[in-house]
């Protein structure tokens, strides 16, 4: 079976802060996809990264950083000087070669408070 | 590139009755996945659509069921309507499906009354 756990159920910062959303993940397959979708109270999924299982190099984009680490099965996010314009459900899914579909956590409500 | 559109994205009915929902994948886009969000159960996997043939499905009931047309645009349909329905019903498009990054559409928020 395929699984993910985002163990933070909301988190609340204020403006400037950085913000770190916990994933983790379980899967018996070696080729794999980890994603992080953002979820505005708009209610459309808007992709954000993809990394793949034999990727490990993290990546900054902008405010947005990953970390992806294989030895502890997690794919965390961060968001560095957070933005009221932040706020929204943030999910984490993977998909593997035996599943061939996405399983999302129950997500992190992140609320950017000015 | 147009997003994944839906159509419509706000609908009322009740119970017993039968819904029929529409997703447009971006174009190019061969793979059609719909997916049902509620505040129990969270985002889960309905079923896949390639090429006007259903490749994966979920857990759901017979109740559910989609098809796909030739170019590539879907349809969900749920029937005898039941409470627990009501969920926010998400479309997702990619290339070929598999393991490729899926992009959703805003979603068709169904009401059971």
């Known amino acids: 079976a395929q699984k993910v756990t985002q163990a933070q159920t909301e988190i609340s910062v204020v403006e400037k802060e950085d913000v770190t959303l916990d994933c983790v993940y379980e899967t018996r397959d070696t080729t794999y996809y980890l994603f992080w979708y953002k979820q505005p109270p708009s209610g459309e999924l808007v992709f954000l990264i993809r990394?793949?299982?034999?990727?490990?190099q993290n990546e900054i984009s902008g405010r947005y950083s990953w970390n992806f680490q294989k030895s502890t099965s997690s794919f965390n996010f961060t968001i560095t000087a957070s933005q009221v314009v932040d706020s929204a459900v943030y999910f984490c899914a993977l998909n593997s070669r035996g599943y061939s579909t996405l399983t999302f956590g129950k997500g992190t409500m992140l609320l950017v408070s000015p | 590139k147009a997003g994944v559109t839906q159509t419509p994205r706000y609908l009322i009915k009740t119970r017993g009755q039968q819904v029929t929902l529409s997703c447009s994948p971006i174009s190019g886009h061969r793979s059609v996945s719909w997916y049902q969000q509620t505040p129990g159960q969270g985002l889960q996997f309905l079923f896949e659509y390639f090429s006007e043939t259903q490749r994966n499905k979920g857990n759901f009931p017979g109740r559910f069921s989609g098809r796909q047309f030739s170019n590539s645009r879907s349809e969900m349909n749920v029937s005898t309507l039941e409470l627990g329905d009501s969920a926010l019903y998400l479309c997702?498009?990619?290339?070929?499906?598999?393991?490729?990054?899926?992009?959703f559409g805003p979603g068709t928020r169904l009401l059971v009354l």
């Open positions: 990394r793949n299982s034999f990727d490990e």
């Open positions: 997702a498009s990619s290339s070929r499906g598999g393991l490729e990054t899926q992009y």
